[in-house]
């Protein structure tokens, strides 16, 4: 069973950068996995940030940043704002009609 | 301005059955691929099902031969019909419109609770 890889928490100060990545419990992801990252709010739906590894979705700003680093897809959040505080969750796409979600990072600023 | 508006949803007991809708607008939903992702209370998000544009339908094992992802053109509406419910079925069921592989405009969600 495939297991998508983030990690739970992190922490940021403002105005500072911060990496989430998005793994494979097994293998490497790369552009063919299609990762997307969204940000979540309580009790709001999600807001797609990036798809297609590093295209930002409409109205985000360019503080956010989708890339592959090393064997991960990855997020990049440059001068954390404090309504940043979100939890963030990657998806990759497996094929034929099939999409795995990883666990989901709640991001702390402060 | 597209909107996707979820509904159908509510308590409903252990065994039992519930269809929700995702009633669209400002785009044809038999246009697009559309996907239902679910949240359970305080865990992540996951991915349920989706529809292709020309009719496939793909599931999530956890819910493959319960539930049915299906859509209406003359109503502009996706639907997602769910049996034998169980327990771990219990969470907010989101629909959204499925571009370049990932999820693109979501819905604002309908919780489903599954419990005695």
């Known amino acids: 069973q495939t297991v998508v890889t983030q990690e739970p928490s992190f922490s940021v100060s403002p105005g500072g950068t911060v990496t989430l990545t998005c793994g494979l419990s097994s293998g490497s992801v790369s552009t063919s996995y299609y990762p997307s990252w969204y940000q979540q709010t309580p009790g709001q739906a999600p807001r797609t940030l990036i798809y297609?590894?590093?295209t930002r979705s409409s109205g985000v700003p360019d503080r956010f940043s989708g890339s592959i680093l090393g064997n991960k897809a990855a997020l990049t959040i440059t001068g954390a704002q404090a309504d940043d505080e979100s939890d963030y969750y990657c998806v990759l796409y497996m094929g034929s009609g099939n999409w795995v979600f990883g666990g989901g990072t709640k991001l702390t600023v402060l | 301005e597209v909107q996707l508006v979820e509904s159908g949803g509510g308590l409903v007991q252990p065994g039992g059955s519930l269809r929700l809708s995702c009633a669209a607008s400002?785009?044809?939903?038999?246009?697009?691929?559309m996907s239902w992702v679910r949240q359970a209370p305080g865990k992540g998000l996951e991915w349920v099902s989706v529809?292709?544009?020309?009719?496939?339908?793909y599931y999530a094992d956890s819910v493959k031969g319960r539930f049915t992802i299906s859509r209406d053109s003359s109503k502009n509406t996706l639907y997602l019909q769910m049996n034998s419910l169980r327990a771990e079925d219990t969470a907010v069921y989101y629909c959204a419109i499925t571009r370049e592989r990932a999820f693109d405009i979501w819905g604002q969600g309908t919780m489903v609770t599954v419990s005695s």
């Open positions: 400002g785009f044809t939903v038999s246009s697009n691929y």
């Open positions: 529809i292709y544009s020309g009719g496939n339908t």
């Open positions: 297609n590894t590093n």
